[in-house]
């Protein structure tokens, strides 16, 4: 599992970074410094930046992590329903201490 969620972070990864490079998000990202005053902008800039920083350093790790959850949780929820499904279908026989 852990390489199905390594492939699809990459690539979930590689296009939040194309739609990033996006001449259209650049200008998003300098008009939202004019939201700050002129003296503020430096600090604004700077802030981006670390956040940017840290996103590339931390950003597909953690999206890995997350994709790894989800399929895990994806699995034991099927399995848990396929479980049912076969007690209800008559196919599992559930014990004395299921039916109560």
């Known amino acids: 599992m852990s390489a199905v969620a390594r492939f699809l972070a990459r690539r979930l990864w590689g296009n939040m970074l194309w739609v990033m490079r996006r001449p259209w998000m650049k200008r998003l990202q300098v008009a939202s410094l004019r939201l700050f005053k002129e003296e503020k902008r430096g600090r604004a800039r700077l802030s981006i930046n670390r956040q940017n920083r840290w ?11 997350a994709i790894t959850v989800l399929l895990g949780s994806m699995i034991l929820t099927g399995a848990y329903f396929m479980v049912l499904n076969l ?5 599992l026989d559930p014990s004395t201490g299921m039916k109560h």
């Open 55 to 65: 996103a590339r350093k931390v950003g597909l790790p953690l999206l890995t992590f």
């Open 87 to 91: 007690i209800e279908s008559g196919v």
